[in-house]
């Protein structure tokens, strides 16, 4: 049994060895050298060859294939962390260009107030059914600054300062119940008292005192007059949204839109107004000395 199998395994391996020397023989000879043997042989081999060169094509176009997706994949990989990057740089410089133009318009303010300021930024905001206020946190928490002092930003009156505690100051907003200050209208020079709606709901102020046969209409800005030295001259306060026209009585009924976006409000100037100065100079004076 033993010998059976040794035979056995000798005529495989002289087989395997024989088969690819006879296939290879026969390709190699020319057409005319060949014998019945060769071309016997050949037209075996002809399928296992075909077959064969199939497979290796197709086993090429997969590996091929999956060589080129496994690259595709790398550099798409690749190409979504570089676009992500690139948007977060738009991203920051797109904050960077809004900080400076609003900062460089808080910078053009200041110089147009006739008194000293210190700039503030606002760290927070309390609605209560009382009171609309923001906290602010000053660059500097030596300036001076003291209760019912303005408040203003680049887009107009923020309010008053209502508390004082070291670096931080809380703000009564202009749409405060609690707050008032004398207007005018920009277009027609029409006078009036505006004075915080106190509406939880809404940024709303309503503007009193003005009398039934003055003009104002609907979009008209309303200024500070100067009047009673609160505010410097010519700050804007809010915008008309709705005016009510009355048949009888002195005055009527108009209501407003603050010209500041509170939910946006970022960056405020407190404006350290001496009253008595104030008045001594006259509203509307110009700008004193710097420091």
């Known amino acids: 049994m033993g010998s059976f199998r040794r035979y056995r395994d000798t005529a495989i391996v002289v ?26 042989i050949m037209r075996v081999a002809a399928p296992v060859q075909y077959v064969s060169a199939a497979i290796a094509r197709g086993l090429s176009s997969i590996i091929g294939n999956y060589v080129y997706l496994v690259d595709v994949k790398a550099d798409n990989n690749r190409l979504a962390y570089e676009n992500a990057r690139l948007r977060a740089e738009n991203r920051e410089l797109g904050r960077l260009r809004s900080e400076t133009r609003r900062l460089h318009r808080l910078l053009g ?24 206020v923001s906290q602010l946190l000053l660059d500097n928490p030596h300036a001076g600054v003291r209760t019912n002092m303005p408040v203003i930003s680049v887009d107009g009156a923020v309010g008053t300062v209502l508390r004082i505690a070291g670096d931080r100051v809380d703000v009564q907003l202009t749409v405060d119940s609690g707050f008032g200050v004398d207007v005018v209208v920009e277009r027609t020079g029409a006078r009036g008292f505006v004075r915080g709606a106190g509406d939880r709901s809404r940024y709303q102020v309503r503007v009193e005192y003005v009398q039934r046969t003055d003009e104002v209409e609907v979009g008209d800005l309303l200024l500070t007059s100067g009047v009673g030295c609160r505010f410097p001259k010519g700050i804007q306060v809010a915008r008309v949204n709705r005016v009510v026209n009355r048949e009888f009585g002195i005055y009527q009924e108009v209501e407003a839109e603050p010209t500041v976006d509170f939910s946006r409000l970022e960056e405020a100037l407190i404006v350290l107004s001496d009253p008595k100065e104030c008045l001594q100079r006259g509203p509307g004076a110009g700008p004193r000395s710097r420091r």
Request: charged share 25%; hydrophobic share 45%.
């Open 15 to 40: 087989l395997l060895l024989a088969v690819p020397f006879f296939f290879l023989r026969a390709s190699i000879r020319k057409p005319e050298q060949t014998n019945v043997v060769d071309r016997a």
């Open 109 to 132: 303010l200041r110089e147009t107030i006739p008194s000293e300021t210190v700039s503030a930024v606002v760290i927070g905001k309390t609605t209560t059914e009382f009171f609309r």
